[in-house]
């Protein structure tokens, strides 16, 4: 057990120390690929079918982690139609037969083709959004108002960019600067923290002075 004990406190040790994104980087990000990341959310809202919602992050250039929600009879509300970590884009293959429970809470379908046809999508779609959040120094992306487009790791965390359609007014900034978890920072750009499985929910770096 004390043998146990010490492998996950080294594991935990190793991914808190790898991979620290800081809140300086983040915005000096930003600031220095402001006008590919506008670029970028702009091309992946074109690029996502209406009303479906489609996040994707890259673990590589050809593995992903991809999240689909497609429209129900009720436009206001969305269903699981996919998800799927450390996908292989060019060698994967679903696991069959698939039970109640994997379709109720897994996705309707376990099926890469299928999602691909239903969002008019090819590998190269895959390609051209690896090569532009790479352009930005990002790994992944969620369209919709905000978009969600994440930075980094910090530790079991992830830095992200918020980035809504039109600037946000002095309650919206507001709003969206909890000393927690979200701080705007500037026009239409809030900087979001969301933690992992384990750690802190809130990162002490959006702690605004007094």
Known sequence: MKQQNLVILILVLFLSSCGMKTKEGLTENYDENKNGIIELKNFYNKTVPKDFIVRI???????IDLFVYQPTENSEKHELLFQQWNLDINDYVPENPRSDYDKKYHGITNS????KEKLNWTNETFAKIYDKLDDVNCMGITNGNPTEIE???KGMG??????????LNSELQEKHSDDCTQMFYKENVVLSYGSGAIGSLCTPEFKRNE
Not at 57 to 63: G, I, K, Q, V
Not at 158 to 167: A, G, Q, V
């Open 151 to 153: 930075y980094g790791f």
């Open 158 to 167: 992830m830095f992200s960019y918020l980035i809504f359609d039109e600037n």
């Open 57 to 63: 992050r890259y673990n590589s250039s050809d593995n």
């Open 112 to 115: 890469f083709e299928k999602v």
